[in-house]
């Protein structure tokens, strides 16, 4: 396994961070605010700035006509519908809550390959499942426990993680023949026309001008996030040995539990601290590789 160049370290714990704090920034961004807006708003600014980006790096942005459906398809899965459920998610959990669920992606991804794209899972693998689903299984009881419980809020963002998973795993196998920044930039472009849409049906009535804490949240995003995030962790996905992403992923969802907990006041319940543990766990089992695994793939996780 090869060590990281300075670049990449310094890359790698930028995205780390900013990704990890993006929890309690979307959590402030949505708090009295719709939040399908929010996130338009979001990627209005995001997007240019990711295109603008992709130029100074000289990516070439074109895609043949006989590759739009397969565009659109990957967008779907990838971009749309996790950005609707999982900003929805965000306004009914805390945001800690938001980033342990939101991160079980990894763990459907490995079952997804198991089940439709041939992939195998190890003993160990299956043993990480299983304790990702007894995390979710304590989320799910508090919730229902509480008076003041959304569990609709965490259906939300399993479906999220879900269909993000199932994303990741079309886009290890597409066959458009473009830089895999020009996917990202497209894809996030499209989901501006889809999140617009659903703001106008469904927000219109709420649509307002945000107020200085919305608009300093929703500047993160589309600088830090749309802006620095996306295309940083495409950069390091074609260099990063295994054990690199995996903490990469691993730190993210701590990260949000905790900045959540300390910036917002967040109250943390055993089941949370529980919920942290056994997905760090899961996570390690699913993606951590073996020594001769180690040696001989190629990183390609998505986060």
Not at 139 to 145: D, I, K, T, Y
Not at 200 to 212: C, G, H, N, V
Request: proline share 6%.
């Amino acid at each position: 396994m090869h060590s990281l160049s300075t670049r990449q370290w310094l890359v790698l714990v930028t995205l780390t961070v900013v990704w990890g704090l993006n929890w309690p920034v979307l959590k402030l961004g949505v708090t009295g605010y719709p939040p399908l807006t929010y996130r338009l708003l979001c990627l209005l600014i995001g997007t240019p700035v990711l295109g603008l980006a992709l130029l100074a790096m000289k990516v070439p942005l074109r895609i043949e006509r006989a590759h739009w459906p397969e565009l659109l398809r990957l967008s779907v899965f990838n971009m749309f519908i996790w950005h609707a459920l999982m900003i929805l998610a965000v306004q009914l959990l805390s945001s800690g809550r938001s980033a342990i669920l939101g991160y079980t992606m990894p763990i459907f991804s490995a079952v997804l390959g198991v089940l439709f794209f041939s992939n195998r899972m190890t003993v160990r693998a299956w043993a990480g499942v299983a304790a990702s689903s007894v995390g979710v299984a304590f989320l799910l009881w508090h919730e229902f426990s509480s008076l003041s419980g959304k569990p609709i809020g965490v259906l939300l963002a399993l479906g999220a993680a879900s269909t993000w998973a199932l994303g990741t795993q079309m886009l290890r196998r597409t066959t458009i023949p473009v830089p895999t920044l020009a996917l990202s930039f497209w894809m996030t472009f499209l989901t501006v026309l889809v999140m617009a849409a659903l703001s106008f049906i469904f927000e219109f009535d709420q649509w307002r001008a945000p107020t200085p804490t919305h608009w300093a949240s929703i500047l993160f995003n589309a600088f830090l996030v749309f802006g620095f995030a996306h295309p940083a962790w495409f950069y390091l996905a074609r260099s990063l040995p295994p054990v690199a992403s995996t903490l990469s992923v691993m730190m993210i969802p701590i990260l949000g539990v905790f900045s959540g907990a300390y910036w917002l006041g967040e109250v943390l319940h055993w089941q949370d601290w529980a919920a942290v543990g056994l997905m760090v766990l899961s996570i390690a089992s699913v993606l951590w590789p073996s020594a001769t695994q180690a040696q001989s793939e190629p990183t390609d996780t998505k986060v």
